[in-house]
């Protein structure tokens, strides 16, 4: 059997009073790409801080690719990498020069920083201060700097907030790409419909706690089984929504149908946000709403 | 400790620091205006001045090491005297303080001379006297079998800053200056804007914390170190001692350093530092500067335990033959402990912090 990607058990971390995790595990096997959704200060962050050896546990064990972390952080730092959230690159340095001093950090050629600038489509910008680039292209150079030591487990904090659509979908490409090259993903984000695109696995982690792991579709389909919708767009234009477990709603789609009133039909599959919504009790982009708020 | 990647963070941030508009005024501003002080103080601590009357029929060797051997104690003035009576009159009619009468042949002979001095010779007078010995012995092509070496001894009641050029001391505390912007303005912006901007997280990730802060240590080392030696060579400040003057310099500069990257990594906020840093430096520039002028009091034994005025002492006795204040061991000790406080509290929150 092959060693996990990540392995972790019963994983504690206590800052104070505060506990950022609490009791988490969970494992993830060569070449998934898995998913790892929480509202903000759900312990997401703090995991993936342990898991690339930045935080020591309180207790539990945290492994990656079979060493243990943060004790072994040196036999498996070219083997990992991590995309942040936040955009933390040398604005004053070109894209160039940002890849070329981690080429050196990480012992590989130069030229692999050449390499990844193609591939996230940089190579025209290279000489370029990376504080005239955009977010998408700031986005796209972490992303390089993350492919630098071709890594077999890549971690994703929220790699597509604040991207456009054409830029959230390039990148999704590269990381299936990857992930068929046998490199693990680990990624957390808001965007439910990210999660369920692109991980063959999702944990819900709520309060340090994971409350739900599973696969999107095995979560979505535990959903279904309490209450089965479907939307109906009617001739004249309206739509109304039906709970087929509802007798009376039923009968009304079975009159609707006879009466040759009904335009389309369309099932309410739930969501991974409804999944969500149902295990943590709000959504994920109530968090968004609250940084508004805070922001104001 | 992977050196390959301590030098990879250290080239970064030299790199970077020269794209810093902020960095670059921390650094040019203590040297300016060591430059400005140099230009517009002008001296009035001038060398005592000796007029010596020499007969040489060898031709002038006496006087040449004679002039070598007062080097930068005694400005000596020569007054060529035609025999031994014009010499003697010279000195009765205290137009010269000493007479020096060399026997002729002097080469492959017993080195000879007669030295006339008047009844009420100077102390300036009786120095040069005392070195007549040394300069005849190497004007005869030999080494003098004993080394006589004078030097002013201060009087008891000279502070400091008398026996050191305006100009100098200016420079010296331009210096200082330059010291604490490296140390605790020019080296917390930098860790600060690093952990400001997620980069420091990023270095984590492919090295280790003390590899991060050694770079950074050593970038501020760097700072200082060339920081220094520009000024000097730029206001040509006449250092006697280098080895003590630059020892000193880069002593303050490491014992401040650990101190700068505590500030950084408390204060993860570059702007901030950048703007009220130099509030907090007044204080030590102040301090360093108030070693010259001060010497006795609670003041006194305030600068005996700090670094940065043990320092700016150390500086001053490099700066002249003097010696203002022959700080010796006790000074380097001040230095040192505080050193290590400041890189074992760093190491201490560096390991809290989990950098």
Not at chain 1, 243 to 265: F, M, N, T
Not at chain 2, 89 to 113: C, F, K, M, N, T
Not at chain 2, 122 to 149: K, N, Y
Not at chain 2, 239 to 250: E, I, K, N, S, T
């Amino acid at each position: 059997m092959a060693t996990p990607a990540v392995h972790v058990v019963d994983l504690t971390k206590h800052y104070g009073d505060v506990h950022a995790l609490d009791g988490v595990s969970l494992q993830t096997e060569p070449g998934e790409i898995f998913g790892l959704l929480g509202h903000n200060g759900a312990g997401k962050s703090t995991l993936i801080r342990i898991l690339t050896g930045r935080a020591k546990p309180t207790s539990g064990r945290a492994q990656v690719l079979g060493h243990e972390v943060p004790r072994e952080l040196e036999a498996v730092r070219g083997e990992i990498n991590l995309v942040a959230e936040m955009p933390n690159v040398y604005q004053r340095a070109t894209a160039k020069e940002n890849l070329e001093l981690f080429c050196t950090l990480y012992g590989v050629p130069k030229s692999r920083g050449t390499d990844a600038l193609e591939q996230v489509r940089l190579s025209s910008v290279a000489g370029r201060k990376v504080k005239t680039f955009s977010t998408g292209m700031r986005q796209r150079l972490l992303l390089a700097r993350a492919l630098l030591n071709n890594p077999r487990v890549l971690f994703l904090d929220e790699p597509t907030r604040g991207l456009d659509p054409q830029s959230a979908r390039d990148l999704h490409e590269i990381v299936s790409v990857l992930a068929q090259g046998g490199s693990t993903i680990f990624l957390t984000t808001h965007d439910m419909n990210e999660a369920d695109k692109l991980c063959q696995r999702v944990a819900f982690l709520a309060d340090g706690k994971v409350v739900a792991l599973d696969t999107p579709r095995a979560l979505k389909l535990g959903l279904r089984n309490e209450a089965p919708e479907v939307d109906v767009v009617l001739e004249d234009g309206s739509d109304t929504r039906l709970k087929l477990g509802e007798p009376r709603d039923a009968q009304q789609l079975q009159d609707l149908i006879g009466a040759r009133r009904v335009r389309s039909l369309h099932s309410l599959e739930p969501t991974l946000a409804d999944v969500f919504i149902h295990l943590a009790g709000r959504s994920l982009q109530d968090d968004h709403a609250d940084e508004e708020e805070h922001k104001r | 400790m992977n050196l390959g990647r301590v030098l990879a963070i250290l080239l970064k941030d030299l790199r970077d620091a020269m794209r810093d508009g902020r960095i670059i005024v921390l650094l040019a501003l203590p040297i300016g205006l060591a430059v400005f002080y140099n230009a517009t103080i002008e001296d009035d601590d001038e060398l005592p001045k000796a007029s010596v009357a020499i007969v040489d029929p060898a031709g002038g060797d006496v006087g040449r090491e004679l002039r070598s051997a007062a080097g930068k104690s005694v400005d000596v003035e020569f007054v060529e005297a035609r025999d031994e009576a014009a010499a003697r009159r010279l000195v009765a009619e205290d137009d010269s303080a000493v007479a020096v009468i060399v026997a002729p042949a002097l080469r492959g002979r017993p080195a000879r001379a007669e030295v006339l001095v008047g009844a009420d010779a100077s102390p300036t007078a009786q120095s040069v006297v005392a070195l007549v010995p040394d300069a005849l012995t190497r004007a005869a092509g030999r080494e003098p079998t004993a080394q006589t070496q004078v030097r002013s001894v201060a009087a008891t009641d000279q502070k400091p800053y008398e026996l050191i050029e305006q100009r100098a001391l200016a420079v010296l505390i331009m210096i200082v200056m330059l010291a604490a912007f490296v140390a605790m303005m020019v080296v917390p912006i930098q860790t600060a804007e690093e952990l400001e901007t997620g980069t420091f997280g990023a270095l984590r990730l492919a090295a280790t914390g003390p590899e991060i802060l050694a770079a950074k240590a050593l970038a501020g080392f760097i700072y200082g170190a060339v920081g220094i030696a520009v000024t000097v060579a730029i206001t040509k400040l006449d250092v006697h001692d280098p080895l003590l003057f630059y020892g000193a310099g880069l002593a303050m500069i490491v014992s401040l350093v650990g101190f700068g990257l505590l500030l950084g990594l408390l204060v993860p906020n570059a702007n901030a530092i950048n703007t009220y840093g130099s509030f907090g430096l007044f204080p030590v520039i102040g301090l360093a500067a108030a070693a010259f002028f001060v010497d006795s009091g609670i003041l006194m034994t305030i600068l005996d335990v700090l670094p940065f005025s043990q320092a700016a002492r150390l500086m001053g006795d490099g700066l002249s033959a003097q010696q203002p204040f022959d700080a010796g061991p006790v000074a380097w000790a001040v230095i040192a402990a505080w050193a290590l406080l400041g890189y074992a509290i760093l190491a201490r929150i560096a390991s809290r912090k989990e950098l």
